[in-house]
């Protein structure tokens, strides 16, 4: 047999199909090559003797594939920006698609198949959910990335699209969907019940471009009380194409990942049909966007324990009059510090995922937002990994399928500026009130533009938190707050331990002004049974979330923000009385029923009313007998006359039977 060395020969076959090499057998391409694969290392091709012409074979195989290749693509792209305070954000993108006719056959190819089944089974036509941990900081850190778009409340929302033609049909679906959700992200999504799920009417809007139907009905879900963990971001990486084993995703580290100051994972599912009629097709992003300390990020790996550095390494402001040897005021760094990829993320880069890349030129995967005079280094420096960029403050970088890329970064006088991406609105609510019985809700909603903005306000309560409608009241100050700032109002009351309360409201907020939103609720009593352990810590009430609708009528994209979670202080019973009443119960009971238990039963005998026992009388002559021998075997002392005189008898006794 003649041996060829697959690795040149099938380069742009597998770049340009985006699939396993494993598929190509003899059984199915019916040609006399066989195929021996091995992963990680040269690929090497046996053809069998006669066998000529490869490359006309292998041009056959790719354009017999390239109509089932040809639609389904997949893209991913990193961009990092620095922020103020020693801070990093980093902007994870991963997108692929398949044909609604492939999807529908369960041939997925780069969609993932596990969330494919699940779609189709619970008939869900567009899919949003989101993993959230931390707060964003709009004063230091400016605008929110992708628009909020992909930005979810703290702890775990979703929303979906589901097809039915019935509500009744449409709730059992959705709870068919996040069941299957909560066993496949390994999170709680299964206590999304009635009580916890809404239907917004204005909030949320169909991203996909397909023709919409008259029986689509939008749920949503939030459990603002989901801790975010390693546990939930495994199974988000098995979903991309290379696993987070090569490509940006090799940077996603759990350590990393949940260190962050502010962590967003998203997946977005959603149909797209061309402008141009062409095939319509299911697309799925997966994004994770995070805020990343340097300094606490790049602590090294051997001490992660923050320890106070030594003194000599700190820059100090000898100005001071208190300054000494053992004294040392830290001087305010003015610019950035040096860092580098493998530094931050624990890890360079572990080249490229083959997955979709093209087959000539070069995409460029890392975005790295600097300024044009900091210096970036690459390493290792022989990498031609840079892409030209039409934008002077964007160094774009390529990645290589053979080879590790590092970036290096040094340091930088002047501190990042976020005056070109100011947040169009900041919003802040709280709870205000006291007592047990009753409270408040207070939310500031603060426009610092030169326009007046739009937005629509929502907000999902449970079913124990009960407001006063009544009590609702809008007040501006500022410029145009003669007005009111309402509009139109939704509210769809809550039933008790049947579902929660809807609240969605239109507002106008003026330019340069700022809305306080008010209303009073009542709190609920709780059976016993429904407090959770830690009772007395509070329940969690989701954040409201905020759509802020285009000024321009050009654009289509709308703005999202959304506020913290509460913490909600119910009537809480003292849970340690049923312990102390059990305890003292027991114990009563323990003492007094085994008193009266043993003066009933038992039977009270002097000792001189005790009959003699011929079975206990020899008993104790024996053993007196075996204590006298022991002693008389130990030198005789101590030997009771008694015992030796009742000895002999016995001996004699013994020889005259004998």
């Not at 980093?90 to 596990?114: C, D, I, K």
């Not at 300390?293 to 208190?322: F, G, V």
């Not at 030209?388 to 006088?413: F, I, K, N, P």
């Amino acid at each position: 047999m003649e041996m060829f060395h697959g690795k040149d020969v099938f380069a742009k076959v597998y770049h340009s199909l985006g699939m396993k090499l494993s598929a190509f057998t003899p059984e199915t391409l019916k040609t006399p090559y066989i195929y021996q694969i091995v992963s990680q290392t040269p690929i090497t091709v046996f053809a069998a003797p006669g066998a000529m012409y490869l490359s006309t074979i292998l041009v056959l195989i790719v354009a017999c594939l390239a109509e089932y290749t040809s639609a389904s693509t997949y893209h991913e792209e990193l961009h990092l920006q620095p922020l103020p305070q020693s801070a990093l954000l980093a902007t994870f993108s991963f997108q692929s698609n398949t044909t609604v006719s492939a999807f529908e056959q369960q041939n997925y190819n780069l969609f993932p198949r596990s969330l494919g089944q699940i779609l189709q089974h619970t008939h869900a036509k567009e899919l949003h959910l989101r993993f959230s941990l931390g707060r964003w900081d709009a004063q230091t850190w400016g605008a929110r990335p992708r628009g909020g778009r992909r930005e979810g409340g703290t702890g775990v929302e979703l929303w979906a699209w589901v097809e039915a033609d019935t509500d009744e049909e449409a709730n059992s679906r959705w709870l068919a969907l996040v069941n299957a959700l909560s066993g496949l992200f390994c999170a709680s999504l299964n206590f999304i019940d009635s009580t916890k799920t809404i239907r917004p009417r204005s909030t949320f809007e169909f991203e996909g471009t397909a023709p919409l139907s008259d029986n689509l009905h939008l749920l949503h879900g939030v459990l603002p009380h989901e801790v975010v963990c390693t546990e939930n971001l495994t199974p988000f990486l098995k979903l991309l194409p290379c696993k987070g084993k090569a490509g940006i995703s090799s940077l996603l580290d759990g350590h990393k990942l949940f260190d962050a100051s502010w962590q967003t994972m998203a997946i977005d599912v959603r149909p797209i049909c061309p402008s141009d009629g062409g095939e319509c097709l299911v697309d799925i992003q997966q994004t994770v966007d995070m805020v990343l300390d340097l300094d606490r990020s790049m602590r090294p790996s051997k001490d992660p324990i923050p320890r106070p550095p030594p003194i000599e390494s700190i820059a100090c402001n000898t100005s001071k009059p208190y300054h000494s040897d053992d004294t040392c005021f830290p001087e305010i760094q003015a610019g950035e510090r040096a860092w580098s990829i493998k530094e931050v993320f624990g890890t360079p880069f572990k080249g490229a995922c083959p997955i979709g890349r093209p087959e000539s030129g070069s995409t460029a995967d890392v975005h790295l937002h600097v300024a044009p005079d900091r210096e970036v280094r690459k390493e290792p420096a022989s990498t031609n990994a840079v892409v030209g960029s039409t934008d002077a403050s964007v160094r774009s970088y390529a990645l290589s399928v053979e080879t590790d890329l590092d970036l290096h970064l040094s340091a930088y006088s002047t501190q990042p500026s976020t005056d070109l991406n100011k947040p169009l609105l900041h919003a802040e609510r709280t709870f205000s009130g006291h007592g047990q019985e009753r409270g408040g809700v207070h939310t500031v909603l603060t426009n610092p533009s030169g326009n007046a903005v739009q937005i629509v306000y929502l907000e999902s309560l449970p079913w124990y938190l009960k407001p006063y409608m009544h009590t609702l009241r809008a007040h501006a100050t500022g410029a145009g707050a003669d007005e009111s700032p309402i509009q139109s109002t939704l509210y769809r009351p809550g039933i008790d331990r049947q579902r929660g309360a809807h609240l969605e409201l239109h507002l106008t907020i003026p330019a340069a002004s700022t809305v306080t939103l008010t209303y009073d609720f009542e709190k609920a009593i709780l059976r016993y049974t429904e407090y959770p352990p830690d009772a007395n810590r509070g329940f969690d009430v989701a954040p409201a979330i905020i759509r802020i609708l285009p000024s321009d009528p050009a654009e289509i994209k709308s703005t999202y923000l959304r506020t913290t979670s509460l913490l909600l202080p119910l009537p809480t019973p003292d849970f340690s009385m049923p312990y102390n009443v059990i305890i003292l119960t027991s114990t009563v009971i323990a003492m007094g029923f085994g008193s009266i238990f043993n003066l009933i039963m038992r039977r009270f005998v002097a000792a001189d009313e005790v009959e003699n026992s011929g079975l206990l009388v020899t008993l104790k002559e024996r053993v007196q007998q075996r204590t006298a021998a022991i002693k008389q075997r130990f030198g005789g002392r101590g030997k009771d006359p008694g015992i030796k005189d009742k000895t002999a008898t016995a001996n004699g006794e013994a020889k005259k039977d004998r």
